[in-house]
């Protein structure tokens, strides 16, 4: 079973009409949550971590919230090249190492 | 350019053949990571090195085998090629501080098709 489980798998947008993602997790003793964004041919790039229930991040367009059981991924009035996937992944216990969601695939059109 | 580079970008091979993935971070770092992508974009840990402990995810297969002949580099030995290792493969690295905060960062990656 999933740790981290990731919705919609993929998601089509029209610029500039925003929405979230969502990133549930069933670990216990989060250290971390992290966000990764992953363009065609690339590795993933790190976007935020978010540490415990209540915080929040911003980058540019992007928002990520925290609860005790998910994360959300907003994205405000998108374009065309916040088109990626992008990647949920928690850290627990001991260990600081990420564990991964499936990813949601995110296309914008213009 | 500070980065994480991994060579080859692509690498075609048939079964049974033995195959290196090579990495190296210019970012000073202490960690170094191997991920597997399989074909439905899942990431999944293969290992994580830094100069005093290997650890190895129990998943793997012991044909895989990390290689790190100083703290800049981490290459990934592959034995005996399987159709089921076909997959991207990506080096990462980061520092004490990166590890806590998740700010890995990560090559482009390696896409091995095995034939």
């Known amino acids: 079973e999933d740790q981290v489980t990731q919705s919609p798998e993929a998601l089509r947008l029209q610029e500039g009409e925003s929405s979230s993602l969502n990133c549930s997790y069933t670990v216990s003793g989060l250290r971390g949550l992290f966000w990764y964004r992953q363009d065609p041919g690339k590795g993933p790039e790190f976007l935020f971590t978010?540490?415990?229930a209540g915080e929040e991040k911003e980058k540019e367009r992007l928002k990520a919230t925290l609860t005790k059981k998910e994360s959300f991924l907003h994205i405000t009035a998108p374009k065309p090249e916040d088109s990626a996937t992008y990647l949920c992944?928690?850290?627990?216990?001991?260990?600081?190492?990420?564990?991964f969601g499936r990813g949601t695939s995110l296309i914008v059109h213009p | 350019d500070t980065a994480v580079s991994q060579t080859p970008k692509y690498l075609v091979t048939q079964m049974g053949n033995d195959k290196s993935i090579k990495c190296e971070q210019n970012l000073g770092h202490d960690t170094m990571y191997w991920y597997k992508q399989d074909s439905k974009k899942f990431l999944k840990i293969m290992f994580s090195y830094n100069n005093k402990e290997l650890i190895i995810n129990e998943t793997v297969p012991n044909r895989f085998s990390p290689k790190s002949p100083d703290k800049a580099h981490l290459n990934l030995h592959i034995n005996s090629l399987e159709l089921g290792d076909s997959a991207v493969y990506f080096c990462?690295?980061?520092?004490?501080?990166?590890?806590?905060?998740?700010?890995?960062?990560f090559g482009s990656g390696t896409r091995l098709t095995v034939v």
């Open positions: 992944a928690v850290a627990t216990g001991g260990s600081y190492i990420p564990t």
């Open positions: 990462a690295s980061s520092d004490l501080e990166g590890r806590a905060s998740g700010g890995y960062t």
């Open positions: 978010l540490y415990s």
